[in-house]
């Protein structure tokens, strides 16, 4: 089994889209694939308990099945920071238990892609954070980076914090497809921040996400079968 852990410069950067869409090409390819949303607050409340929208997403795009709860064992309903949601919820976020559910996974799965929450120190309990349950996981990491004013330095800061932990950066991807139905206007200098974020992170650049992306296009957007294959 072979696994990538997702992650981004911030909240609403991207991740869901780009992990859905990766899972969807893989899967045209003939390989088998899940895909995982540890943890994630801003849930709906169902007949079958909280569900979330991006892990529901996941679930789609994958074709292996697997239990709600070990896609998405961590789900909280109000839309905030997931230390805070479990601390209301009377719930300790226990990394440990993400990698056993992880685990499970059916040994025939070819490819798992893990969907970090927010961006990447964002705290999942007192002492740890999205980094600490990427660093337990030890899956190489695909770096979403939200194109808008100031990625440049969310990018920079997030990589060498990547780097600082001695983890494998697989490589960055520049998002500019909208996010929860916000309407984009495609960044100023768009290219030039580009070529600036392309001279200063050691890890390549797998594909360019355009506004008007769909992921059944993704395998023109972003060379899988030269990085993540």
């Known amino acids: 089994m072979k696994g990538f852990f997702i992650t981004a410069t911030d909240t609403d950067a991207g991740k869901t889209f780009i992990t859905a869409g990766l899972l969807q090409v893989l899967s045209r390819l003939g390989y088998k694939t899940l895909g995982f949303k540890p943890v994630a607050s801003g849930c709906v409340l169902t007949q079958q308990g909280l569900r979330n929208e991006d892990a529901l997403k996941l679930i789609n795009a994958a074709n292996t099945a697997l239990d709600y709860p070990l896609i998405n064992p961590y789900a909280f309903e109000p839309a905030i920071a997931p230390h805070i949601a479990a601390q209301q919820a009377g719930v300790t976020i226990d990394l440990e ?49 939200n194109m808008r004013l100031g990625c440049i330095n969310q990018a ?42 392309q001279s200063r992170l050691s890890a390549p650049l797998l594909g360019i996400i355009p506004n008007n992306a769909e992921q059944k296009n993704f395998s023109q957007l972003i060379d899988v079968e030269k990085y993540i294959v």
């Open 97 to 145: 238990s993400i990698a056993a559910a992880i685990h499970q996974c059916p040994e025939d799965v070819d490819y798992v892609f893990i969907e970090g929450v927010g961006g990447w120190l964002v705290p999942l309990n007192a002492q740890q954070s999205v980094a600490d349950l990427a660093e337990l996981l030890a899956f190489p990491i695909i770096l979403v980076v």
């Open 156 to 197: 920079l800061l997030t990589a060498q914090a990547m780097e600082q932990k001695g983890l494998t950066i697989t490589g960055w991807i520049a998002n500019q497809a909208p996010q929860n139905n916000t309407v984009y206007k495609e960044m100023d200098c768009l290219q030039e921040n580009i070529q600036s974020l």
